[in-house]
Structures are given as structure tokens and as C-alpha cells.
């Protein structure tokens, strides 16, 4: 029989822009002394939004929940092209955006769903032989990358006003959303990349059950605890 400690679960926490996924793990780590604590699934340091974070004996069922499907909205800001694929990058070229309409957009990220194979940018955490790409990139070496299959559910614009678009798109794990926004410039033929990015649900869990990465720290140990999946809620299927 398995017996299960209060804290052997799962937090939902609404990540900021600004610290990277292990800080948001490194500071609840430090702030509420866990031995255990990992997230399911990367966010950029720029983008915000729903962040899983696993405690305990629920770390067992980060590769799990990691695999999950995950939503995001975001904007994209077309004309301009940058090394990350996103606004954090260096400028490598502007054009001119072409008139487009909302449909035009909305036909052009429709070419995009379904089955992908997809390289992960070079300003990214992916490991070649051990070393994170983005090291390589700082130090202008560009490598190989080996494709990935990924799934585009859905590829939507909701709004255009010349240069952003505003989309949601929902799509498997491991899925760059920044190398979309790229390829989905190239596309169109000015360039663009990624302005910004939310992540509002990952599996069965949405954004607006979570609690800000800031109150969290606030929180009293106990109240922590009121806020913590248990294991046997996770383990369930999505």
C-alpha cells in the first residue's frame, strides 16, 4: 500500500515573464524546503502562463504529464525576423509586411495543422552531444538539428491589425511555437517571430485554476498544501 504525504502531488502556478522554469522550481524548492520538486513542460523565460509543477512522489508523473497536449495564445509580430525565432533575439532582417487580410492569415496558418516534422530552433534548451544549442548559438556555431514529429490541432488568428496577429493554437508536447511564427512568416514572405506567448492549458489542467508565481511564494506551508493535487488525481487519465 502506498501511503501519500500531503505534498505528493501537483501546484498549477501562473508563471511571469522574466525567470525561466527552473527558477519558478528553484525558488518553491528554497521557499518551502522540498526535497522534490520539478515542472512538466518548459516555458521560455518571456513567456508566461500555466507552469505544472510536481512535488514529492508526483515527480514520478512529470514524464506523464509532460506528454500532455498543451493551448497557448499568443501574438505575432510579422516584418520582422530574429535568431530565437522570438522578441528576446537579435534582429536579422526587416521587410516590408504585405497586405493581408484575417482570412488570408487564418488560410496560411491552416497550412500548418496536422502531422509536422519540426527542428528545434538553435536558440533553444535541446541538447547536441550534451551541450544546450543555445551555447552553441551564442557562440555563432549552428549545428544540425534532427527533426521532430509534432501535431497542430489548431492554428488560429483571432485578430490582425498590421504587424501583430493575435492566434491560439493547440498542439502535442514539444511543440516550438516561436519556429511556427518563424516558418509561418517565411511563409508569407516578410519574416516574423513571436511576440509573445501564454500558455493556458497543458492536459486537463487550465491557467485559470492556478495561482500567480508570486502569491505563491506568500503562501504559508499549510496553505500551500490546501493547493496541491494529490497523486492519485494525477495519475487519473486527462
Given amino acids: ?27 518553491l524548492r528554497r521557499a518551502f524546503r522540498l526535497e522534490k520538486v520539478g515542472h512538466c513542460g518548459t516555458l521560455d523565460p518571456n513567456a508566461t502562463g500555466l507552469l505544472v509543477i510536481v512535488l514529492g512522489k508526483g515527480t514520478k508523473l512529470s514524464e506523464k504529464l509532460m506528454s500532455d497536449d498543451k493551448v497557448y495564445e499568443g501574438a505575432i509580430k510579422f516584418g520582422e525576423t530574429t535568431d530565437s525565432y522570438d522578441a528576446a533575439g537579435e534582429l536579422v532582417s526587416s521587410l516590408p509586411v504585405p497586405p493581408i487580410t484575417l482570412e488570408e492569415l487564418n ?105 500567480t508565481f508570486e502569491d505563491a511564494l506568500k503562501l504559508t506551508a499549510s496553505d500551500l498544501q490546501k493547493r496541491v493535487l494529490p497523486f492519485l488525481t494525477l495519475a487519473q487519465p486527462a
Fill in 107 to 211: 488560410a496560411a496558418a491552416a497550412e500548418f495543422q496536422g502531422d509536422l516534422m519540426q527542428a528545434p530552433p538553435m536558440v533553444s534548451a535541446v541538447k547536441i552531444k550534451g551541450v544546450p544549442l543555445y551555447k552553441l548559438a551564442r557562440k555563432g556555431i549552428e549545428v544540425e538539428r534532427k527533426p521532430r514529429l509534432i501535431h497542430i490541432y489548431s492554428f488560429r488568428f483571432s485578430s490582425y491589425s498590421e504587424p501583430l496577429g493575435q492566434f491560439r493554437i493547440a498542439c502535442t508536447k514539444g511543440t516550438y511555437v516561436r519556429s511556427l511564427a518563424h516558418d509561418l512568416g517565411q511563409k508569407i514572405g516578410c519574416g516574423a517571430h513571436l511576440a509573445s506567448l501564454r500558455r493556458i492549458v497543458s492536459g486537463k489542467f487550465d491557467v485559470k485554476d492556478s495561482i
Fill in 1 to 27: 500500500m502506498h501511503v501519500f504525504d500531503p505534498f505528493d502531488g501537483a501546484v498549477l502556478i501562473d508563471k511571469p515573464a522574466g525567470p525561466t522554469s527552473h527558477d519558478v522550481v528553484d525558488a
